[in-house]
């Protein structure tokens, strides 16, 4: 069968937008590509199922069809499966769950794409690292890389090192989130060095900055904060975050567009401030579509309540401490969700504009 396995190196590379892009591109050109995670980390609930969440989102962001879905998912690890196949390890029983869900796929499909789950070692703990899996399922490789070039190429070469120990065909790295400004730098110097190790290099992605951004409503689902209110904007978009613990004049000079503002809830002055920006012209496009994070358990007195709920900012309630909040939203990432449709038609975009898919499929001619 004609399998693609899609690896990467490290976590948040991107492996999971090069999947859905090429998926995307691959029906374009006419294909009916398959999909499986076989072995999944981060599992939902999805119809009574357990499904790792990137299966959740090719099954309902690309209306994927399948008779029973948990064939997409076959494996999805619980808390304590790590500990408990330790003690009783079984890897005929695990990988016969695999070879069962692939079997269905296989006979749909004449071209499947099999995501792994981080890098060629991820897994090993319990008998199926990516490399062991890419070997069950039959399967080339697509490395997925971050941008940069030396760290990346020790990765690179890393991960290369176990899928050859299980005699897996490498079709060639990928690299995603790649610099604008050292795009073309980049590019030539990791393409002669992969040559070097006798590696294709399958294309590089730019960084989108699009691809990165998250909602209030997101921040609000996942940490379990009160919409307190603006509930009419919570889909707005984020794209930095200022903690709001200083004077509004110092405050004022790191809002950006579509800042989220982080202030203790009696910091009336802050408030103000942002309730003000939501109405001054200058302000209005960038400020308006961002939002407010009030900490400390600290309601606002009614009259200024009152003032934030005309505004329509989305403002988020908590009982944390500002310190609390604001180290969550540090590098904070979420993943592309089914209804993340912008984010969706973009990963097309990107495989089709900077990935040789062509080659891709030459090697299964």
């Known amino acids: 069968m004609n399998n693609i396995y899609i690896a990467a190196t490290l976590k948040d590379c991107g492996k999971t937008s090069v999947t ?77 769950k695999i070879h069962n869900a692939f079997s269905k796929l296989n006979g749909n499909h004449e071209l499947n794409l099999v995501e792994g789950t981080g890098h060629a070692g991820v897994g090993s703990c319990f008998g199926l690292s990516n490399a062991r899996v890419a070997e069950l399922t039959d399967s080339k490789v697509i490395i997925v890389a971050p941008g940069g070039i030396g760290k990346m190429l020790d990765e690179v070469s890393l991960s290369l090192s176990l899928f050859r120990e299980h005699n897996v065909e490498i079709l060639g790295v990928i690299q995603n989130k790649v610099r604008q400004d050292k795009y073309e730098k980049v590019v030539e110097t990791v393409t002669k060095a992969l040559d070097n190790m006798g590696i294709k290099f399958l294309g590089a992605i730019p960084y989108y900055k699009m691809l990165t951004q998250y909602t209030i409503e997101q921040i609000a689902q996942t940490f379990n904060y009160e919409i307190l209110c603006g509930g009419c904007a919570v889909r707005n978009k984020i794209d930095s975050v200022v903690v709001a613990a200083m004077e509004p004049e110092n405050v004022l000079r790191h809002i950006r567009p579509r800042s989220l503002i982080i202030t203790p809830g009696d910091r009336m002055d802050n408030i103000l401030l942002a309730i003000s920006l939501s109405k001054t012209k200058t302000y209005h496009d960038s400020f308006c579509t961002g939002g407010l994070i009030l900490t400390g358990g600290l309601m606002p007195h009614d009259e200024i309540l009152n003032l934030l709920v005309a505004s329509e900012i989305p403002v988020l309630f908590t009982q944390e401490e500002t310190y609390t909040v604001s180290a969550r939203m540090k590098d904070l990432l979420f993943k592309i969700r089914p209804n993340d449709t912008d984010k969706i038609k973009k990963t097309h975009q990107m495989v089709k504009e900077h990935v040789d898919v062509d080659y891709i499929l030459s090697k299964f001619n």
Do not use: C, W
């Open 20 to 96: 859905l892009g090429l998926m995307q591109q691959l029906r374009e050109i006419g294909h009916n590509p398959g999909y499986i995670k076989p072995v999944g980390q981060q599992y939902i609930e999805h119809n009574g199922q357990k499904l790792d969440e990137d299966a959740v989102l090719i099954l309902d962001g690309l209306g994927f069809q399948i008779d029973n879905p948990k064939d997409m998912s076959p494996i999805a690890i619980e808390r304590g499966f790590t500990k408990k196949y330790i003690n009783h390890p079984d890897p005929t029983r695990l990988e016969n």
